[in-house]
């Protein structure tokens, strides 16, 4: 049985097109990975990666012999065109990160986009990622986030993207530098506010690590040690934290209102009052079951 049989039982016509698998690898612990994202990487014709030899390891482990060559983004805007041909050509590629899903944060948009645009499939093969995982594990209201990737390195700038965040009522992931992490905090303490925030540092490996607290506790931990590692910031919406109701109207005759007004139920009319108030419903219900007490 060929590589091409095996990926796609239904046949592979001669001279037809090929697909391009975008492959989700482990973060750290190189168990983290799907059974389909290695039966991909073994049946490919090539793997494309950032680093030839980072990759090289996840392979050797499972003792996949798949040709690999680069693809980063210093080469990509030719290395692009040049993979797209072969894709044309019936070659079977899988895109593949240092860690973690491709794009998110890495190379491979402009692969893809190309792709797109002369109708090669495009298959995601589902795995790992560090801001998704550090969201199930953050312990913060997470029925909305926002992802931002990494906040430009020059204080300017990161003032700047900060302050077009500051009326967000969801969860904020960053990506974040440990060289950077400090100074980033203090932004954020410095434009945002003393919110709660988690940092989880180097999920999935030995030395996994989750701080939470305010932003001025966490800053005052970290500047008595060094930081190093792959980190994930998330900062709480503002009203996280806040456990007593605004003075005024309260939560219920709230909700009450907007049930009778709108006929909603009471899980649907909490969700407009959450809004309306600027907070996660979560933190509404929390307010609400306050006022019983």
Do not use: W
């Amino acid at each position: 049985m060929t590589k091409r049989e095996l990926i796609d039982p239904l046949g592979y016509p001669e001279g037809g097109c090929g697909k391009l698998f975008v492959v989700g690898t482990p973060i750290g612990n190189l168990e983290d990975i799907t059974l389909r994202a290695l039966r991909v990487l073994k049946d490919v014709d090539l793997i494309v990666c950032e680093d030839t030899r980072r990759t090289q390891k996840l392979l050797q482990h499972y003792t996949i012999r798949t040709r690999c060559e680069s693809y980063h983004e210093h080469n990509e805007m030719t290395r692009a065109p040049e993979l797209v041909v072969q894709l044309g050509e019936g070659t079977r590629i899988a895109l593949v990160a240092d860690a973690g899903m491709p794009v998110i944060s890495d190379p491979g948009y402009r692969l893809i986009h190309l792709a797109i645009r002369h109708k090669i499939p495009v298959i995601p093969v589902p795995g790992a990622s560090a801001f998704v995982a550090a969201l199930a594990a953050a312990g913060l209201p997470v029925e909305q986030f926002r992802f931002l990737g990494f906040l430009p390195s020059k204080k300017g700038l990161r003032h700047k993207a900060l302050e077009d965040t500051k009326n967000a009522t969801k969860t904020l992931v960053f990506y974040e530098a440990p060289h950077r992490l400090l100074n980033m905090l203090a932004d954020v303490l410095a434009v945002l506010g003393d919110r709660e925030v988690v940092i989880a540092r180097e999920v999935t490996k030995v030395h996994e690590e989750f701080l939470r607290g305010k932003v001025s506790e966490i800053l005052e931990q970290l500047r008595k040690r060094t930081v190093k590692g792959e980190i994930t910031v998330l900062v709480a919406a503002p009203s996280v934290g806040v456990e007593t109701p605004p003075a005024g109207k309260s939560i219920r005759e709230e909700l009450n209102q907007v049930m009778t007004e709108q006929g909603l139920d009471e899980r649907a009319a909490l969700k407009v009052v959450a809004r309306a108030r600027g907070i996660s419903r979560s933190a509404a219900y929390r307010q609400l079951q306050l006022e019983k007490n």
